[in-house]
């Protein structure tokens, strides 16, 4: 089948390359023409596994190509995936629309008739009715629907290829034959195929972003209540995730979500909900963002106590900028919130990461990079582990002692093997656990809890 996929960023170029690549013919299109460029030489513009090879394969097989013209594209195939940026709006908590309104009003002259508008945008519930509306005096015949997009970064087309499920929300038998016809192979894989209307199926990816976000919240918050009590918050969420009514995913203690999803999605949600009138229904969102916002500050204070209650002249060791493993993207990381705090706060801060350093750069030139571990760790004073970056957990903490001035070890994550960095000679502390300190084996096996 013949589609365009309009914003090549991080699900638009993922979502062409794998359509291509399942034998369907692809127009990508977006704004950014040095994007476009490198598109076209096969160039994936952001870090994604697998991602290279699959381009590669689809622009030279021919079934992908690019392009800045809508008007080329609306000539070109008849269905328009729409995969443009939903950021939060500069004066509030709603979804900034303004870049799915461009797309919809520059292919509307152009549209012929029975074209399918599909959004895998992330937008406020109604808006697949509100731009139908739009196009019904522009366009007659011109249908809009809604495939919300839930690949996650770091596992993008794993996650597109075989998705855990499909969501459509159509408002015809047509449109619902376009999307089945081209999710054939996944739908013939075993993937669920919700097919819904536009409202619930733009509801579906905000409610599911918002019960995740509301998991990392809750054992923060049982987090800090573990600080408190002097309990052990690892413990307790594998204890508690050992519940199937629970489960263990997403219930790690650490620094919390960000990104360029969850904490614009659950503000843009609880925005939308007000205007329908339902705010109230999800007025926990606003204590579920609070939570997670005040888990990077706990990481700072924690930091400052570690150091005496100053970074004045201190170096800290930051581990990780990409706000995930696996991504190159730092929209809203908590790890480099936290670098940059603890610079303005005084600290001499050296930031690692395996990916995202670029991008980091680009946004905060004003932190020091350093491309080798050893290297950030050099004469560091604390080292803070933000990123759970598998290689990080593969570090070797008996060399690294010796880089460091000060073993001691703030693991924001949770994730790295405190008893053998303790056996090692560090002391190591996390959000939600006792600190451990540099221990024989017998006392470090001791503190590390239930196994
Ligand atoms: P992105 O910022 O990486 O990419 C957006 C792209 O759209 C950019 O390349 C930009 O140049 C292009 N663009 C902007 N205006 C355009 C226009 N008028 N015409 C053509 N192109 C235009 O964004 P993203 O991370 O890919 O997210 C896209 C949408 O998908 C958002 O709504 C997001 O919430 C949602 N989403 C993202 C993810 C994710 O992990 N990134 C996952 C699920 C859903």
Known sequence: MRMTVIGTGYVGTVHAACMADIGHEVLGIDIDADRIASLS??????????????????????????????????????????????????????????????????????????????????????????????????????????????????????????????????????????????????????????????????????????????????????????DAAGADASVLARAIGADSRIGSRFLDPGLGFGGSCFPKDIRAFAARAEEIGAGESVVFLHEVDRINTRQRQRVVGQARRLLGGSFTGRRIAVLGAAFKPGSDDVRDSPALAVAVALREQGAEVRVHDPEAIDNARAVHPELTYTLDVDKTCEDADLVLHLTDWPEYRDLDPVALASQVRSPVLLDGRNALDARSWSMAGWTVHAPGRPRLSPAPAKVAAFAGGAS
């Open 41 to 226: 030489a096969g160039r994936a513009p952001i870090h994604e596994s697998g991602l290279d090879e699959l381009l590669g394969r689809a622009v030279a097989s021919g079934r992908l190509r690019f392009s800045t013209s809508l008007a080329e594209g609306a000539a070109f195939a008849k269905t328009h995936f729409v995969c443009v940026g939903t950021p939060q709006r500069a004066d509030g908590q709603a979804a900034d629309l303004r870049y799915v309104d461009a797309v919809v009003d520059g292919l509307a002259p152009h549209l012929r008739p029975g074209s399918l508008i599909v959004g895998k945008s992330t937008v406020p519930v109604g808006t697949a009715a509100r731009l139908a509306e739009r196009l019904a005096d522009m366009t007659p015949g011109t249908e809009v629907a809604w495939n919300p997009e839930f690949l996650r970064e770091g596992s993008a087309v794993q996650d597109t290829m075989r998705p855990e499920r499909l969501v459509v929300g159509v408002t015809s038998r047509h449109a619902e034959d376009v999307m089945r016809a081209i999710y054939t192979p996944m739908i013939l894989a075993g993937v669920p195929f919700f097919c819904t209307d536009p409202a619930t199926a733009e509801l579906v990816k905000v409610a599911a972003n918002s019960f995740l976000a509301t998991k990392i919240s809750f054992i923060n918050a049982m987090a800090e209540v573990c």
